[in-house]
């Protein structure tokens, strides 16, 4: 991304900061394979982002995550009027890309979002650039609306991944995940106690698992409660396999693959004598700030959960490092950054991960194994290979009433939450992660 200041000068019209910074982030994240949270967060394009004013961060963010939410059907749109092809400076791809999320699904003037992109063109060092820029967006103003609303949801999705959901889930669950990583997800939390009344607060509604869905928009740390540490960020679906130890008030628990550490808040606030451990050193950092701003308690390890060795604990949560495709919804990158190649790394880790956590279980004691991935490899595959190659092992079915959704639940007792259940009337208000868990038990 490039390094310009990011408050305007006298010159600069209003909304091209916020623009830019949008244009850039997306060429990083679409072409640099940077991740969404680490453009807004960190190093120099994180100190710009700050540096905008609070209604430009919001625009730029807004931008960014629906240009990349709907990056497959935007491209087809724009591919109409591109008769050459794209353009060879990847730069006109990140304009006319956040362009065309303006004028087609968001809120903003047609004109400004013409007006401004060809601006942007003209800071390209080749200006015939802005020309095309702007005969191109003209088109979308006009015909763009048609086009899009004619494509199906898949289109929004990369093929790899499309073929692999519809050959696991069927043709009609594909185009049902499709369309729920069309929405922008509403905020969920989870509560130390009391959720009614800081649902009231928060004017927001209590889910089936206990958590709070809010959708009303401010920062995360402005809302009641937030100081005085009465809850923590969490989607729902993330909620549940915490809950799966069942009672562990007073048991040595270890959160394995800890980090950010909403399941150690979790364990903690049930009241079991918590172990954290994860790799790293930094994410660590942020749980174990969450741990004092909800004045909770746990031990906090830097250490390789694979093969990291302790005193054997009666319950271990081993929420796994994944692909991550269960999380769309909220992380749009990964529908673009993600490669087939990339599921083979992780499954060889998980299986690692299990086998050390089962060396750290006592006799009798309960393994719940998460992931937040839709691949079956990955949840499914690894406890089918898990329980062949140990037989000290066996399945502890999960009830209806622990999963949260009827939908939930396989035919096996394991966990599997889709993108799209947890509906309500309002869309805003339904979904969730896409997760998947299961339940054992080291044999006496």
């Known amino acids: ?38 453009v807004f967060e960190h190093g120099e394009t994180g100190k710009q982002f700050y540096a905008l004013d609070e209604r430009d961060r919001a625009l730029a963010r807004m931008i960014v995550a629906t240009a990349l939410r709907r990056a497959g059907s935007l491209q087809a749109v724009l591919e109409n009027f591109l008769k050459e092809g794209w353009p060879e400076d990847v730069r006109v791809h990140s304009i006319l890309l956040s362009a065309a999320a303006q004028i087609l699904l968001l809120e903003v003037a047609n004109h400004a979002a013409v007006d401004l992109s060809v601006e942007l063109a003209n800071e390209i060092r080749n200006k015939r650039f802005s020309g095309l820029v702007n005969a191109v967006l003209r088109k979308t103003v006009a015909e763009g609306r048609a086009i899009l609303d ?39 939390i989870s509560v130390k106690k009391n959720p009614e009344a800081l649902a009231a607060a928060l004017e927001g509604i209590v889910l089936a698992t206990g958590s709070i869905r809010v959708t009303g928009k401010g920062a995360i740390t402005q809302l009641p409660g937030y100081d005085e540490g009465e809850w923590w960020v969490q989607d729902a679906a993330a909620s549940i396999p915490a809950k799966l130890l069942g009672d562990i008030k007073g048991k040595r628990v270890a959160d394995l693959c800890a980090a950010p550490g909403g399941k150690t808040l979790q364990l903690a606030n049930a009241g079991a004598q918590v172990t954290a451990v994860d790799r790293s050193a930094s994410r660590l950092k942020r749980l174990s700030q969450n741990l004092a701003r909800t004045k909770l308690n746990a031990e906090v390890v830097t250490a390789d959960a694979a093969a990291w060795e302790a005193a054997p604990f009666d319950a271990i949560l081993l929420d796994a490092p994944c692909s991550a495709t269960g999380t769309i919804r909220r992380h749009p990158d990964i529908l673009w950054q993600k490669q087939p190649e990339d599921l083979a790394q992780v499954e060889k880790l998980q299986a690692r991960l299990l086998d050390n956590a089962v060396n750290l279980l006592k006799p009798g004691g309960t393994l719940v194994y998460s992931t937040c991935s839709l691949e079956p490899e990955e949840g499914e595959a690894q406890i089918e290979a898990l329980l062949a190659r140990n037989a000290a092992l ?23 939450t889709l993108p799209f259940h947890f509906p309500h009337g309002d869309p805003r208000l339904s979904g969730c992660d896409g997760f998947f868990a299961s339940r054992l038990r080291r044999k006496s």
């Open 1 to 38: 991304m490039a390094k310009r200041p990011n408050k305007p000068n006298k010159e600069e019209a209003p909304g091209l900061t916020a623009r830019r910074f949008a244009a850039d982030a997306l060429l990083a994240i679409l072409h640099g394979r940077r991740a969404l949270e680490d």
């Open 150 to 188: 004619a494509l199906p949801p898949e289109a929004d999705t990369a093929e790899w991944m499309r073929t692999r959901w519809s050959n696991t889930y069927g043709e009609e669950t594909l185009r049902a995940i499709c369309l729920a990583h069309r929405i922008e997800p509403a905020l969920d």
């Open 394 to 416: 066996e399945r502890v079915p999960i009830r209806v009433d622990e999963a949260g959704d009827t939908q939930a639940l396989t035919q096996r007792g394991e966990l599997r």
